[in-house]
């Protein structure tokens, strides 16, 4: 039931405006540091979810932002893969707070970019089975959804976000790491 609240949620549940903000890029020190627990029903945090995904919709490629990527360490993030040619599940776009992973199976790597780590990607193993527990802003509710393939992997990337890791913090060394291409 809980992945059926999540892929019905959307950003008008929250009731204010997002707005755009910067995002920060390594080496900022939010980036590397565990974001604190929220309470996500506080004014504050609803109002960096809504911000979270103002900014996610406004950067072009972007499929996730976690709160730090904007300068506060909290542990939230936005996610939506739903345009992305990767992408076999999705749930849409929706905001976790304090979210961890519960289960996660058949390890693969694959190709990651950062917004926060512009001028690189890397070659990353994730689970490309996943199930993640997490609470959702505003009323708090907790839900846990279960998904495959790059949903799985973005979730991971922001978890790893708000417990301060980059994606280049699990390469496998120098040799997984690539100039990002400028396609034109």
Same mark, same amino acid.
């Given at each position: 039931?809980?992945?059926?609240?999540?892929?019905?949620?959307?950003?008008a549940?929250l009731g204010?405006?997002?707005?755009?903000?910067?995002?920060?890029?390594a080496?900022?020190?939010?980036?590397?540091?565990r974001g604190?627990d929220?309470?996500?029903?506080?004014?504050?945090?609803?109002?960096?979810?809504?911000?979270l995904?103002?900014?996610?919709r406004v950067?072009?490629?972007? /499929?996730?932002?976690?709160a #730090?990527?904007?300068?506060?360490?909290?542990? =939230?993030?936005?996610?939506d893969? %739903?345009?992305?040619? +990767?992408?076999?599940t999705?749930?849409?776009?929706?905001v976790?707070?304090?979210?961890?992973? /519960?289960?996660?199976?058949r #390890?693969?790597?694959a190709?990651?970019?950062? =917004?926060?780590?512009p001028d690189? %990607?890397?070659?990353? +193993?994730?689970?490309s089975?996943l199930t993640?527990?997490g609470?959702?802003?505003?009323?708090?509710?907790?839900?846990?959804?279960?998904?495959?393939?790059?949903e799985?992997r973005?979730?991971?990337?922001?978890?790893?976000?708000?417990?301060?890791?980059l994606?280049l913090?699990?390469?496998?060394?120098?040799?997984?790491?690539?100039?990002r291409?400028?396609?034109?």
């Open positions: 039931m809980s992945s059926e609240r999540v892929a019905a949620w959307t950003e549940e204010v405006e997002g707005r755009v903000l910067d995002v920060v890029t080496p900022a020190g939010v980036l590397s540091e604190a929220v309470d996500p029903t506080a004014a504050d945090m609803v109002q960096l979810a809504a911000d995904v103002a900014t996610m950067s072009p490629g972007c /499929v996730g932002l976690a #730090n990527q904007v300068g506060v360490g909290v542990r =939230m993030f936005c996610v893969v %739903t345009e992305h040619p +990767k992408t076999r999705h749930h849409g776009t929706f976790l707070c304090n979210a961890e992973v /519960v289960a996660s199976s #390890n693969e790597k190709r990651e970019g950062c =917004m926060s780590v690189f %990607t890397g070659d990353v +193993k994730r689970a089975r993640v527990r609470q959702l802003p505003l009323t708090g509710e907790e839900v846990e959804l279960s998904t495959d393939a790059f799985a973005a979730l991971q990337h922001e978890i790893d976000h708000t417990d301060g890791f994606f913090d699990r390469v496998a060394g120098a040799h997984a790491i690539y100039p291409q400028t396609y034109l």
